[in-house]
């Protein structure tokens, strides 16, 4: 004899949950959380920290540097002396073409005020260049705890 799994009557309640609505609405959640994420991680924004005084190594004196200082206004200075864009180019061509053992560090010193984008263009010719040894150099913080 087969069993019939129909109620008998039609207005008696049920005593079993449906979560197949609940699961449905879990899955959605859990799907568009997960496409939403990476969308708010690309536009959060930070301030970058102040380095404390224990982090990096100490400089080396047999380690030889040269200095690129960005000022307030983007205008370069090589070392002692102001340079325009294209004599920094040169600079960083006359450094590639040193032994790679030989070669100083490049370490650009820019002002906290200065738009990004001048720090990234030096970089980009140094990389331009095939200069590998390119650090840049942030303040430390002295009272140990960041601002």
């Known amino acids: 004899m087969a069993r019939n799994f129909s109620r008998r009557h039609k207005m008696t309640p049920m005593s079993e949950i449906n979560v ?3 699961l449905d609405l879990c899955f959605c959640l859990l799907i568009i959380f997960m496409i939403a994420t990476p ?3 690309q536009t959060t924004r930070i301030e ?3 380095a404390s005084a224990k982090t ?10 040269r200095f690129v200082a960005i000022d307030r206004h983007g205008a370069y200075h090589l070392d002692d002396g102001a340079v325009s864009p294209e004599n920094l180019l040169a600079a960083f ?5 040193l032994p790679a ?10 002002d906290g005020q200065l738009e990004y984008q001048k ?3 030096v970089f980009d010719m140094a ?3 095939g200069l590998t040894k390119v650090a840049i150099d942030t303040e430390v913080d002295q009272g140990g705890a960041a601002k």
Do not use: F, M, W
């Open 20 to 22: 197949t609505p609940l």
């Open 39 to 41: 969308v708010l991680e």
């Open 48 to 50: 970058l920290p102040v």
């Open 56 to 65: 990096g190594a100490p400089a080396a004196t047999e380690t030889k540097y």
């Open 93 to 97: 061509a006359d450094i590639a073409r």
């Open 101 to 110: 053992d030989e070669q100083p560090i490049v370490r650009i010193r820019a």
């Open 119 to 121: 720090v990234v263009a």
């Open 127 to 129: 990389k331009k260049q």
